[in-house]
């Protein structure tokens, strides 16, 4: 989630911080179990978890983290904002806030996005009994992908939509941008998304 920790104030004006701190809080899915179960702590973080509730566990691979949905978040906004948490929470940029913050995109566009995104995740979720709670929505909606024969037309386009706007815009910057052979060439899903 964007905060404000001065980090980048040097570069762009405080009506474009304000526009980012307005799409964050208008959205949250990165405390959300959306893309990943868990978020990554460091070493030094662990105490500060356990302070904080947050339950922090020890991967296989040695990796401190904690359980996704967070259970600080309430509503769309982190409770514990202006008190210490962990780092991930501050460096967690998408590729959405990174275009808003560059100025790519408008706050109005960003926050139609957001709300589509949301739009594709509550029909999905309405219409899909997900029982396996070890993996992160999208995980599950990949599942469901590939067993598509048990799906209908609609449920397919609104899994394929959703994995695509997730893709587009909710990933890092950092991550390889992937439209995979699940999908139609991206000018194809921009049409067809409403
Ligand atoms: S997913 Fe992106 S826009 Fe949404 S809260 Fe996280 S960083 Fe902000
Ligand atoms: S601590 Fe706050 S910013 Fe971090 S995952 Fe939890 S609700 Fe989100």
Partial sequence: MWEDNGTMSDIVTDERLGECSELCTSCGLCCQSILEKAAVLEPDEVELAK??????????????????????IHGNVCSVYDSPHPNVCKEFQCILLDQLLSGK??????????????????????KVSFIDGSKSFLALIQDCWDLQQHLNEELLFDISACRYLLFRYIMSPSKPYSIDRLFLTPCSYEKGIE
């Fill in 51 to 72: 302070e904080l509730n947050l339950k922090p566990f020890v991967t296989r691979d040695g990796i401190n983290k904690f359980h996704l949905p967070c259970s600080l």
């Fill in 105 to 126: 995109i408008s706050l109005e566009a960003s926050l139609k996005i957001i709300t589509k995104i949301k739009k594709y995740i509550n029909r999905i979720a309405e």
